[in-house]
C-alpha cells in the first residue's frame, strides 16, 4: 500500500519537432525509414507471457507502394480470443490492487522511451504503414500519444484527490476501482495514438484489456507494444489479438466478464455493437461501460465578414491533411457570396501547388490513402459527384492506384447542400463546397445544424462577434469540439479534449479525466469512529 501521497508534476504538451534539413531528429527517422524498408518482420499477437504467431500470415504494404512488403502479421481464431480473456483475467486482481503510483510509473516511462529512443522508430512506422507524412506522425504517434499517457497519469492523481466531505465522528472516503471483469479496445488506422491510447487508459485505471486493432494500423501497433513492455506493463495487462471482428465479438460479446468497450471506428459498426451488448445484457456481472468515437461530416462555416485567405488555407488543412483520414476532417463548407471569388482562387492555388507521393519524400503533403477498399470508396463518391449536373469539379478529381492508393485533392461546389458529398461522410481527400447568399447567414446555420447526423467538429470564421456568438448559439449542439478562426481538426491533449455527440459518439473527451471516470466503479467508504451503542434517539425522550 501506499506509505505517502504522491504528486505528478502538471504536464505540458510534448514539443514537435521541426525536422528541418539536417537536423538529428530528419536524421534519425530517414535511418528508421531505409532500416524497416530494408527487412520483412513477422509481428505477432501479444497474449499473456507469449508472442503468438499462427500459419495465417496476412502482409503488410505501405499503402503509397503496395507491392512492397514491410512484414506479416499473425491472424487469429477464436480460440486466441479466449486466450486473451483469459490472461487479462487471470493479471486482473494483481494489476487492479497495484499501487497506483506503479501502474503511473508503467505508463510514464512509455511516455519517455517514445519521446527519447522510440521516437523515430513509431514514426517510420506510421509514416509506413499507414502513409503519413513525418508532419502528420509526428503531431499522432510521437507527440499525442506521449501527451495521453503523461496527462492520463496526471488527470488519475487528480480523480483519486476527488474525496467527500466528513462529519464530525466519521470518516467518508471514495475508492476508485477497476471494473469488474476486462475492458475490450478497438482501434481504427488513422492514428497511432488513438491506438495506443484505447487501451492504455483503461489500463492505467487497474483494468486489464483485449486490444483489437485495425489490420491497417498493425504495423504501429507492434512497435507500441514493444514500448509497453520495455516500460514495464506486465504480461496479460494489455493482450494484443489480430483477429476478425465478427469472430472476436462472438467470444467478447458472450462473455460474462465483459465490462466495457472503449471503440473508435465507424458509426454503423458501433451501433451494431451496442445493439449486441444490450441484446446480451442479462448475461453480464454488471451493465458495461460503452465509451465510443465514431463518424463525422465535419464542417466550415464561412461569415460574410471573413478573410479569404484565412478561408482558403482552413479548407486546404483541414480537408487534405492526412489525406481527410481524420474523423475531424472538414467536409463540408459553406461559404458567403461576397467573399467566394477570393477563396476560389486561393484554394486552387493551393492545391495546384500541393505536391503527392511517398511519405519517404519529405517534401510531398500530400500522400496516399490507406487501402484498396478505401480507395475504391472514395473514387465511388468522385465519380458520382461527376455525374451530378448540380456539382462541378474545382480541383482534383482524379486517381491511381497502380502503384500506391492516390486520389487528388478533390474540390467540388455544389449547388444542392443536400447532395450526396455534403451529407454522408467519405473519409477521404474530399471536400464539398456550398456557395450562399451572403444575407442569408442565419439560415445556413440551421442548414449546417440539420444537414448531418453528426456532430464531431466544425468551426466558424468570422470577423464579426456577432456572428460569431450567433453560430455558437445555433450549433450548440453540432459539434463537440468548436473552432473559431480555425480548421477544425488539431485538437491538442490537454487543451482541447475530443469527441462527439449525436451520431458522432458518446462524447467521453479522450485525453480528459472524463473519459478516464468511465473506468472506474466508484465505491463510497464510510468509517463510524465510535458507533451507537443504544437505538434510541434523543427525539423518543418527553423530559
Known sequence: MPKGVYQIPAPSNEPVLNYAPGSPEKLAVKKALEEARSKQIDIPMYIGSEEVRTDKKIPVSPPHDHKHILGHFNEGDASHVEQAINAALGVKESWSTM????????????ADLLAGPYRAKINAATMLGQSKSIYQAEIDSACELIDFLRYNVYYMMKIYEDQPESSTGVWNRLEYRALEGFVFAITPFNFTAIAGNLPASAALMGNTVIWKPAYTQAYSANVIMEVFKEAGLPDGVINLIFVDGPVAGDIVFN???????HF???TGVFQHLWKTIGANINKYRSYPRIVGETGGKDFIVAHKSALPKVVSTAITRGAFEFQGQKCSAASRVYIPSNIWDDVKKYLIEDIKSIKMGPTEDFTNFFNAVIDEKAFDKIAGYI???KANKMNEIIAGGNYDKS????????????QDPSSTTMCEEIFGPVVTIYVYNSEHFEEVLELVDQTS??????SIISQDRFAIDLAMKKLINSAGNFYINDKPTGAVVGQQPFGGARGSGTNDKAGSKLNLLRWVSPRTIKETRVPPTDYRYPFMEEK
Open 99 to 110: 499501487p497506483w503510483e506503479h501502474r503511473a510509473s508503467v505508463f510514464l516511462k512509455a
Open 264 to 266: 473508435t471506428g465507424s
Open 403 to 414: 502503384k500506391g492508393y492516390f486520389i487528388e485533392p478533390t474540390v467540388i461546389v455544389t
Open 453 to 458: 447526423p453528426y456532430a464531431l467538429t466544425g
Open 255 to 261: 462473455h460474462k466478464d465483459f465490462a466495457g468497450l
Open 383 to 385: 465519380d458520382g459527384a
